[in-house]
C-alpha cells in the first residue's frame, strides 16, 4: 500500500506544471526520472509491436517483386518477407523505441513521442535512429 501511494505520489508531481511549484528544482529531476522510468519500456514494447508490423507489412509487399512477381514468387515472397520484416523491424524497432524513451522521456516526460505513440501505427520507421 506504502509503494502505491509513492508511486501515485511521484507520478502527480512528475505531471504538475514545474511553474507552478516553488519545488522546480525538485519537481524537474523527478519528472524525468519518471519520464524515462514509464516512457523506456513502454516504447521498447510499443516499438517492438510498430516495427515488426510496418516492416513486416514492408517487406511482404517488395520481397515478391524482387523474387520477379508471378505467383512463385508471390508464395515464396510474401511470408519470407513478412517473417524478415517481423524480425528485423521488431528488434530494431524495440531499441529504437527504448533509445527513444530514454531521450524523448527525459527532454519531455510522459508525452508521445516518449512512449513512440506519436502518429498512424504503421507509419513507423524503426531504422530511423535520430
Do not use: H, Q, W
Amino acid at each position: 500500500m506504502r509503494i502505491t501511494a509513492l508511486i501515485l505520489a511521484v507520478t502527480l508531481a512528475a505531471m504538475a506544471p514545474a511553474s507552478a511549484c516553488k519545488l522546480d528544482p525538485i519537481i524537474k529531476p523527478v519528472k524525468s526520472i519518471v519520464g524515462i522510468a514509464i516512457g523506456a519500456p513502454v516504447g521498447a514494447v510499443v516499438g517492438l509491436l510498430r516495427g515488426g508490423t510496418a516492416k513486416g507489412v514492408d517487406y511482404a509487399n517488395s520481397f515478391p517483386d524482387e523474387l520477379g512477381g508471378g505467383t512463385i514468387g508471390t508464395v515464396l515472397g510474401t511470408p519470407t518477407g513478412f517473417a524478415t520484416g517481423l524480425v528485423t523491424g521488431g528488434v530494431t524497432g524495440m531499441l529504437n523505441g527504448l533509445l527513444t524513451g530514454v531521450r524523448e522521456g527525459a527532454s519531455d516526460p510522459l508525452s508521445k513521442g516518449s512512449m513512440s505513440i506519436g502518429g498512424d501505427f504503421t507509419d513507423y520507421d524503426p531504422y530511423d535512429f535520430d
